[in-house]
């Protein structure tokens, strides 16, 4: 990571040297969660999660350094005064050099068709200026478990390549195609072998890495006023099969009215010279239709029915809500072979004093059990809270929930969020 971070101070410099005028923005986000839990009967443990964000940019007119920090820590559980400091962004980005390209190293998310996941390395995007044709290369080795401030070990056994081209030959219209080309080290373990004369000994195993290679194709279409649609195709380069396949679209029949359909077919994500690939898979089917209605402005009702089946089960779900400015309301029904469950919720909100105070109430009620003979279980909840924003650059948010079943008869628990933006235009240089 030091030489990621040595990069990253250098570009800041050349930032800071090349831009006429900086835009330095800084988020600073407190948050604390506290609750209590079960550990087994008749034994609890309290809990008190804190969070502290810190989210830094600094952009000129091409160059831009992002950060994004998290620490967090747990005050009063088991393992109290252990905290941990996760590091999901730190990157340079250039922009438009030459009018075609994009140029960004460090630590970021990559989004790449088949290729998604957060890493440390470098990606470049070049756009053709004679025809609407982006095309995004990157070569990054993964971020370590926990998004540690630190390179991952073994980095070329810990890596992921690839490349992803976007066409939009109209304003209603895109197709990409993209492939990807994943590593990932699996740990040493030891295990009990026979030598050359047959005694048991112990030896270090390292099994090879796990491979991914993936190719993805996609396509998306928004025509106004009559619907949109999407459609995605996933294949194993390895095993020669299908990994996915996401078709999705909305047909407006009325002003106000539309109907929905969704299909996914999804085979598990294992790696082919991963010791699970011998063992028997199912492939989950998932099928979904639906009915958008805008009853009067800003009112939306929404219904909906699912199945979702994996091998011998078969899940079905009902799902109806109305959603408005302030209210929002849901009631669902799901079956399933391992038991059912009922449940409605109701939320609102309502701003007083120009928005410096909104009042917040949850309610949610279910009844559900874990198998045909089991008996019937209630479960209610209630939330409520506030949203204070006492300057257009703070929000104080806090809640209190408070959830009753035949497991928890009285569980409180508390929320606090503080959030504060700075920005500042910067002529230094």
Not at 18 to 24: I, K
Not at 34 to 60: E, I
Not at 144 to 173: C, F, R, S, T, Y
Not at 328 to 334: I, P
Request: aromatic share 10%.
């Amino acid at each position: 990571m030091n030489r990621i971070i040595l990069f990253v101070l250098v570009g800041v410099i050349v930032l800071s040297v090349t831009a006429s005028a900086q835009l330095f923005q800084a988020r600073m986000v407190t948050s604390a969660y506290a609750w209590q839990r079960n550990d087994a009967v008749g034994q609890t443990s309290s809990h008190l999660y804190g969070f502290q964000t810190l989210q830094l940019s600094l952009g000129g007119r091409s160059l831009s350094f992002n950060t994004h920090v998290q620490g967090f820590n747990d005050f009063a559980g088991p393992l109290k005064n252990d905290p941990k400091l996760r590091l999901s962004n730190f990157s340079l980005k250039a922009r438009n050099l030459f009018d075609l390209l994009d140029l960004q190293a460090g630590r970021f998310f990559v989004f790449a068709g088949a290729g998604v996941g957060l890493m440390d390395g470098g990606q470049a995007t070049v756009r053709l200026p004679w025809y609407p044709v982006k095309l995004t290369g990157y070569f990054c080795a993964l971020a370590p478990a926990g998004q540690k401030i630190e390179l991952i070990q073994n980095a070329a056994d810990n890596q992921m390549a690839g490349i992803h081209a976007v066409v939009q030959p109209l304003d209603e219209a895109q197709f990409s195609l993209s492939y990807a080309s994943k590593s990932m080290a699996q740990e040493t373990y030891r295990a009990i072998r026979a030598d050359s004369l047959f005694n048991p000994v112990a030896v270090d195993l390292r099994p090879s890495p796990r491979k991914e290679e993936l190719l993805s194709a996609d396509a998306s279409v928004d025509m106004p006023g009559l619907g949109d649609a999407y459609l995605r195709y996933d294949h194993d380069l390895h095993t020669e099969k299908f990994a996915r396949l996401n078709a999705f679209g909305r047909v407006r029949i009325l002003e106000g009215l539309a109907l929905t359909g969704e299909y996914l077919q999804r085979e598990p994500r294992v790696a082919f010279n991963s010791i699970f690939s011998v063992f028997a898979t199912s492939t989950l089917k998932e099928v979904e239709g639906g009915v958008e209605v805008e009853v009067i402005k800003d009112w939306f009702v929404v219904a909906k029915y699912g199945s979702v089946s994996y091998g011998d089960g078969t899940t079905d779900r009902i799902t109806v809500a109305a959603n408005g400015r302030l209210v929002g309301a849901s009631l669902s029904r799901n079956t399933t072979y391992a038991g059912d469950i009922s449940a409605a919720s109701l939320n609102a909100s309502y701003p007083l004093l120009d928005n410096l105070i909104t009042p917040t109430i949850l309610v949610g009620f279910a009844q559900y059990k874990l198998d045909d003979r089991a008996p019937l279980e209630n479960a209610l909840s209630i939330a409520g809270g506030a949203v204070v924003r006492p300057l257009p650059t703070m929000t104080v948010d806090a809640q209190v929930q408070w959830i009753n079943n035949r497991i928890y008869a009285n569980d409180v628990r508390l929320s606090f969020r503080l959030s504060y933006l700075l920005t500042r235009r910067l002529d230094l240089f």
